[in-house]
């Protein structure tokens, strides 16, 4: 792990007036921690109670940042959680939610900054001067089945239209990896209730042993593409970052071209190609409110 993480164990987990933020991308919604206005341990009871929808304050996700990164002390380091507890490499939405964040708290300068999460680092830059445009360099794909990773093949194979079983029988899959694997495929029915019946099916797969996001994907034309979303750990979303992984499968596949905008049911974000195959991504970020946790609620 390459991050010094700021966080200090103590009894009990949280201090009272626990600060939060809590921001949007098309819905995909993450709260942010700042262990630089107060500690806090990312255990992951406090996580799922905290993103319970009911009992705690609600989200996609848990943001927390900026830690001190000892191979880049110019980078703001990262740590993303899922609502339940588990901890993900990167997250394009997160990235953009993170780096508003850091712009708004005087962390970060008007142009630009680079965030290191588990998934390696990435170049963040703001197309608005108040950070409500938000552009992520989101790296290079790998289809290669040992960087996903992908037991279902040889490790050296790309898992480019591949079949994979489930219980109701096979289905092709597309799968790759952007510093957190993910799982495409086109089944016909593009739904909101095809996602909740195949994401955990195929989320769980065990030639996926890190689990999978999973995309469901429908090509209108050359220059977009209809999707809904199953994300590991998360569930049903209405957006997510992973539209570049749908995008880069079709791109991959031949069914696109290098500028895609990707449709989901919270809205739209743009995807870039160039032409040695780094993403970029753009898309709004949306405060919801600044906050403090009430000291009496207990999780």
Known sequence: MRLHHLIHPRDPFMPNDLPFSKYHVLGNDYLVLDPTRTPFDPNPRIIQALCDRRLGIGSDGLLLGPLAVSTDPEAFGLRIFNPDGTEAETSGDGLRIFGRYLLEAGHAKDTGCRIDTLGGVSEVRFLASDGSQVQVDMGRPSFRAADIPFTGIASHLEVLETP?????????????????PHCVIFPGEVSPAN??????????????????NVLLVEVVNRQRIRIEIWERGA??????????????????????????TVLMPGGSLDVEFTAEGQIFTTGPVQPVFHGTLHPGWKY
């Open 164 to 180: 994979l079983f489930l219980p109701t029988g096979a289905i092709t899959i597309t799968a790759l990896s952007l510093g957190n």
């Open 195 to 212: 996602a909740r019946r195949l994401g955990p099916k195929i989320e769980n797969h065990p030639e996926f042993p890190e689990r999978v």
């Open 235 to 260: 569930g049903y979303t209405p957006a997510s970052g992973s539209s570049c992984a749908a995008a880069a499968a079709c791109r991959r596949l031949g069914l696109v071209e290098d500028r895609v």
